[in-house]
């Protein structure tokens, strides 16, 4: 798989050494978002409906937890599992969960060498981190060897065309000329080569596709998504947020700008 910025093990680890950034972008993606349905909502609402008594539950590359959260408080393991390479988003994960009530066991690790036994979780979650490897099929092959005999992994990524709007106007901005024919974020695992790579070690149950619509207000609403981009080449003086602002009103209108991205849910069990 060829590597994008979001597959570098430097950058990566600076992306999620702490939670700024990742609040940054995903607040800046909620507050635009028209249409679609949240995530960990769906996730948890998926792994409802495909497994029953759940034991142990592992969100895999959790982040701040906010998935994790809610498949406690969805579905109600007897143990739930929180796995990142994030010491610091680990944290913030815990002390969300626990705040709600709910006991979670930190795992930092690489998704690509899982620390649990074989066979010992009933649901494994991946959500938006897959892309994260240049080798998603052996992360995928992790998650199918830690699965019990019943259980069910929901992984979800986003298209590979994501956010391809945004690209068209950093291009005609100048911040990046070469914008548009940069490798998608999503390029190593996204919604159309997903299923594929699931199917080499696991056998696909259902995969759900849906379409997420956003509008940004205005170009200061859009810049502070785009500054916790890692996917353009922009000067390092126009590295900030307010600069972005600057350099977006003095080239293009300043008129809302739309996007879109289609999120996929693939559930799938162990072959
Ligand atoms: C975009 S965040 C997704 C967080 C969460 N799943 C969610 O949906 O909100 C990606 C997460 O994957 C983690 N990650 C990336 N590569 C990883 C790896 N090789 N092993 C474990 N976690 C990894 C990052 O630290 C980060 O927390």
Request: glycine share 2%.
């Amino acid at each position: 798989m060829p590597a994008t910025p979001f597959t570098d093990p430097h950058l990566i680890a600076n992306l999620y050494n702490s939670p700024a950034r990742l609040v940054r972008r995903t607040r800046s993606l909620h507050a635009a978002k028209t249409r679609g349905a949240d995530a960990a909502a769906t996730i948890t609402e998926l792994a409802a409906q495909h497994t029953s008594h759940l034991q142990t539950v592992c969100d895999i590359g959790c982040g701040r937890g906010s998935t994790t959260l809610r498949l406690a408080t969805g579905l109600r393991p007897t143990k739930l599992l929180a796995l990142d390479q994030s010491p610091a988003l680990l944290d913030v994960a815990v002390e969300r969960c626990r705040a709600a009530g709910h006991a979670v066991t930190p795992i930092c690790a690489d998704f690509h060498t899982l620390p649990m036994p074989s066979g010992s979780i009933d649901l494994a979650v991946a959500a938006f981190c897959l892309y994260h490897s240049t080798r998603p099929e052996a992360a995928v092959a992790e998650i199918a060897r830690c699965l019990a005999p019943a259980g069910r992994a929901v992984l979800v990524t986003k298209s590979a065309d994501s956010y391809a709007e945004l690209d068209e106007l950093v291009a005609a901005a100048d911040l990046d000329p070469d914008a548009t024919t940069r490798p998608s974020l999503y390029q190593t695992f996204h919604a159309a080569n997903a299923p594929t790579i699931v199917a080499t070690s696991m056998t696909v149950i259902e995969v759900v596709e849906q379409r997420h619509e956003f509008r940004f207000d205005d170009l200061e609403a859009v810049s502070t998504y785009l500054a916790t981009s890692p996917k353009y080449s922009v000067a390092e003086h126009l590295r900030s947020y307010n600069r972005i602002t600057d350099e977006l009103r003095r080239r293009l209108p300043n008129t809302p700008v739309l996007t879109t991205s289609t999120v996929s849910y693939i559930v799938a069990e162990a072959n």
